[in-house]
Every structure is written in structure tokens, then in C-alpha cells.
């Protein structure tokens, strides 16, 4: 049997092998994984990997864009339960936060993503196009709480931007060791932008909240 029938063979191969590439990936770094190392993982040749995947950087793009979409179908299926807007920001901000492996691998796989975007122009319009869903997220979850009545009027997109670059800037910091950030504070420091930004109220509540206080 030839690699190629192999692969037309087996339709889940491509998300298996990527399934097994992109933690391996983000473990080791992008540049220390062999096509080699990804065909062993996965209990099969390296011509397999190849015929799905013609060049190392198509696994990185590959695994990037598995890793972007498993977290969205993950975030969706939490947020559908979530009405409040408020409430669903903060349960977004807890799903960026690099606590457990997962979340840490997802953001490593980010980060050593940015830095081959930087060197090589042509990845640019994947990474633009994943960072835009990332903002739409935020967006959205900014005018439905507009529409709630409980986040103020201000431009969504404008706020959207200042929410995930703190998100960035915080999980880099974190995955690099820095002294000053922890995954609490983390947290903090994006709950604080949400009230600082998008309260009605000058503590950090909402005029829904104050009215449930009123009648306590």
C-alpha cells in the first residue's frame, strides 16, 4: 500500500496526526520537533506525514489553526450557557488563562507562532485572521451587555483591543517566568479592565445589581 492510499484510507489521519504534532510542539518548540519525531508520536511513517503535510511549516500553520479552532468550539459550548454578558466575559478571561497544560500549550503554540509571523510575511494573513475572531468574541460580548443594560456606552472594538492586548502581554509574562505576574494576578488585572472600562457604576457594579441591592 502506497503512503498516498494510506491517506485516502484513513479520512481522521490529518486530525490525528495534528492532534499528536501540536502538543509536541508547544513542549519542545517548534524548531526542536522533527517531521521524524511528529511520525513517531503518531505510530506511522514520515511519508505520511508528508503527504498531508508537504513542509514542517505547514504543521506549524496546521497545528496552530487546530489549536485556535478546538479553543473557540471549546469557548462557544461554555459561553452558550452564559446570558450575562458580564458574566461571560469573565468566563472568557478564565478559558485565556494559562493555569493548566492545555491552556499553557495552547498559548505556547501562540507564541511561537507570533514569532515565525515576524520573520516570514506569508503566515501574516492566517495569524490576522485568527487574532480577528479572538476580537469578535470580545466585540460581541461587548454589545449584547450593551443591549443588557449593564456595560456602558463605549466603542466595542476600541475596548476589544485593550482586552485581548492585556490578555497577550499578561500570558507572555507569565509563560516567560516573569517575577510580576501570576495567573491571579492575572485575573485581577483583567476584571479590573472590565469594570474600569465597561461599569456603569463607579465601584465596578451594574445598574442591574444596584437595583437587586436597592430592594435588599
Known amino acids: 500500500m502506497t503512503e498516498a492510499t494510506e491517506g485516502r484510507g484513513k479520512p481522521d489521519r490529518r486530525n490525528a ?3 499528536a504534532a501540536w502538543p509536541l510542539i508547544a513542549e519542545r518548540g517548534y524548531h526542536h520537533v522533527r517531521v521524524q519525531d ?7 511513517s514520515t511519508g505520511t506525514i508528508h503527504y498531508y503535510f508537504p513542509g514542517k511549516d505547514d504543521v506549524l500553520q496546521e497545528a496552530l489553526r487546530y489549536c485556535v479552532d478546538q479553543a473557540f468550539i471549546r469557548q462557544g459550548e461554555a459561553l452558550r450557557q452564559i446570558e450575562n454578558a458580564r458574566k461571560r466575559l469573565l468566563a472568557l478571561i478564565e478559558m485565556q488563562l494559562p493555569a493548566g497544560v492545555q491552556v499553557r500549550n495552547e498559548w505556547s503554540i501562540w507564541l511561537q507562532f507570533w514569532t515565525e509571523t515576524c520573520l ?3 503566515l501574516r494573513a492566517l495569524h490576522n485572521d485568527f487574532y480577528e475572531r479572538w476580537l469578535d468574541a470580545v466585540v460581541r460580548t461587548v454589545r449584547r451587555g450593551q443591549r ?5 456606552d463605549t ?3 476600541v475596548f476589544a483591543r485593550l482586552l485581548t492586548s492585556a490578555t497577550d502581554g499578561a500570558a507572555i509574562k507569565i509563560l516567560t517566568g516573569a517575577p510580576n505576574m501570576s495567573v491571579d494576578s492575572m485575573r485581577q488585572m483583567l476584571v479590573n479592565i472590565i469594570d474600569t472600562h465597561l461599569s456603569l457604576l463607579p465601584d465596578g457594579g451594574t445598574r442591574a445589581e444596584a437595583a437587586v441591592a436597592g430592594r435588599a
Open 17 to 19: 496526526i495534528l492532534e
Open 38 to 44: 511528529i511520525a513517531a508520536i503518531c505510530g506511522t
Open 120 to 122: 516570514n510575511p506569508e
Open 148 to 152: 443588557q443594560g449593564i456595560f456602558r
Open 155 to 157: 466603542d466595542p472594538v
